[in-house]
């Protein structure tokens, strides 16, 4: 029997059990704001599908972002009211841990939470369980190094309040899961909470018919195997400058798919014709820039590195700045190359001597599917049913 069936089986088996435990119990997800599309939104996506009588409890919502998701189960905070904050959800990170405190979650039985800020603060029940899945200890608190958009003397005091709501917070779930073993420590180190890990999901990986290759294949602006990718939210953090200027001064190709604070900065400069930015394309034109890409550039030190391993699900080599999450997601000479330092001539020596023709792609594609949602579903099913059968008789008789 095929590997996915034997899959396909024991995630339906674990399903049916949590299923039978939740049988007339309430189940609550809380989520910092559900704004932008990006790495942790999707998380939660495979959350609420998995839990889809859960209520949702956001502090703001943008329903044309997330069309997959039924309006009625969102219960938003009163500042979703003004569309304007909804585009820019930076304005209420400072009341976050209080916006949070206020959801109303008396009567719930499990509580899950998707946090990166202050999810994991919710004020749960005693007799609830509450568990966080943790995609980071907030970062521009305490590791301005890595995230320095609260870099700076005068956003002392503000990361030092989030510092301390933070520690407060962290002894509110009963349970942790981490998305990576980076951030595992990163709990050890500021919470002294142990974590479980469980990496994130690539959703899916877009199979096209023949036909519809080739006219993907037409729709790209550089030809198949020429160019570099970057698929990115435009942010300081993410260092897309960094790969620009250097495939710039390299006279590499380089495709740019992402959009951000950092975009009309980007495409305001006199940019090569070898350099171009996408920030409107389907999935399918965005699988196709995956499959057919050289290898994708990842320069960031992310908590984990989603956009790497759906890069590697396509079967694309990656080539990624060696500290954070993507040092377990690219093994060096084998799925990828590892970068030792964020500047220009660390990943100018990488790219000069790359040769994407040395990489195995569909062992790439196959490395990439311990990525798959459904090992993640089955990972995520198993914690809850342990951490239920653990607690319960504490908690919920």
């Known amino acids: 029997m095929p590997t996915k069936s034997l899959g396909s089986n024991l995630r339906q088996a674990r399903l049916a059990e949590l299923k039978e435990l939740l049988a007339g119990r309430r189940v609550a997800l809380v989520h910092e704001y559900l704004t932008v599309p990006g790495g942790s939104e999707q998380v939660f996506r495979v959350f609420s599908e998995l839990l889809p009588e859960a209520?949702?409890?956001?502090?703001?919502?943008?329903?044309?972002?997330?069309?997959?998701?039924?309006?009625?189960?969102?219960?938003?905070?009163?500042?979703?009211?003004?569309?304007?904050?909804?585009?820019?959800?930076?304005?209420?990170v400072p009341l976050l841990p209080w916006i949070t405190e206020q959801y109303d979650l008396r009567g719930y039985d499990l509580i899950l939470s998707d946090?990166?800020?202050?999810?994991?603060?919710?004020?749960?029940?005693?007799?609830?369980?509450?568990?966080?899945?943790?995609?980071?200890?907030?970062?521009?608190?305490?590791?301005?190094?890595?995230?320095?958009?609260m870099q700076g003397f005068w956003f002392a005091p503000l990361r030092g309040y989030l510092?301390?709501?933070?520690?407060?917070?962290?002894?509110?779930?009963?349970?942790?899961?981490?998305?990576?073993?980076?951030?595992?420590?990163?709990?050890?180190?500021?919470?002294?909470r142990q974590a479980r890990v469980i990496t994130p999901p690539v959703l899916s990986s877009i199979e096209q018919?023949?036909?519809?290759?080739?006219?993907?294949?037409?729709?790209?602006?550089?030809?198949?195997?020429?160019?570099?990718?970057?698929?990115?939210?435009?942010?300081?953090?993410?260092?897309?400058?960094?790969?620009?200027?250097?495939?710039?001064?390299?006279?590499?190709?380089?495709?740019?798919?992402?959009?951000?604070?950092?975009?009309?900065?980007?495409?305001?400069?006199?940019?090569?014709?070898?350099?171009?930015?996408?920030e409107h394309i389907s999935d399918e034109l965005l699988a196709e820039y995956y499959r057919q890409a050289k290898a994708l550039l990842f320069m960031a030190n992310e908590d984990f590195?989603?956009?790497?391993?759906?890069?590697?699900s396509y079967g694309t080599p990656v080539i990624g700045y060696r500290q954070g999450g993507i040092s377990e997601i690219v093994e060096a000479g084998v799925t990828g190359?590892?970068?030792?330092?964020?500047?220009?001539?660390?990943?100018?020596?990488?790219?000069?001597?790359?040769?994407?023709?040395?990489?195995?792609r569909e062992l790439i594609s196959q490395r990439a599917t311990k990525f798959s949602r459904e090992n993640f579903e089955i990972a995520i099913i198993d914690y809850i049913i342990e951490s239920i059968n653990q607690l319960r008789s504490q908690r919920w008789n």
Do not use: M
């Not at 007799?127 to 958009?149: G, K, V």
């Open 337 to 360: 190359e590892l970068v030792e330092k964020q500047n220009f001539e660390s990943l100018a020596s990488v790219l000069e001597s790359f040769d994407d023709t040395r990489y195995d």
């Open 209 to 278: 018919s023949p036909k519809e290759n080739l006219e993907l294949i037409g729709s790209l602006k550089f030809p198949p195997r020429s160019y570099f990718l970057l698929v990115t939210r435009l942010i300081d953090y993410k260092l897309p400058e960094l790969v620009i200027e250097t495939c710039q001064k390299l006279g590499l190709p380089l495709i740019i798919i992402g959009r951000g604070p950092l975009a009309s900065q980007i495409k305001a400069k006199l940019l090569p014709s070898s350099i171009l930015i996408e």
């Open 305 to 312: 590195g989603l956009v790497a391993a759906e890069a590697q």
């Open 163 to 192: 510092k301390r709501y933070d520690r407060l917070a962290s002894t509110r779930p009963d349970g942790y899961i981490a998305n990576s073993q980076t951030v595992a420590q990163r709990i050890f180190e500021r919470y002294g």
């Open 55 to 92: 209520t949702i409890f956001t502090a703001l919502f943008d329903r044309s972002r997330f069309p997959w998701l039924d309006a009625k189960r969102v219960i938003t905070s009163g500042f979703n009211r003004w569309p304007w904050l909804r585009r820019h959800h930076q304005l209420i």
């Open 115 to 149: 946090s990166h800020i202050a999810a994991q603060g919710a004020i749960t029940p005693t007799q609830s369980i509450h568990l966080n899945y943790c995609h980071t200890p907030i970062r521009y608190a305490w590791y301005p190094e890595i995230d320095p958009r």
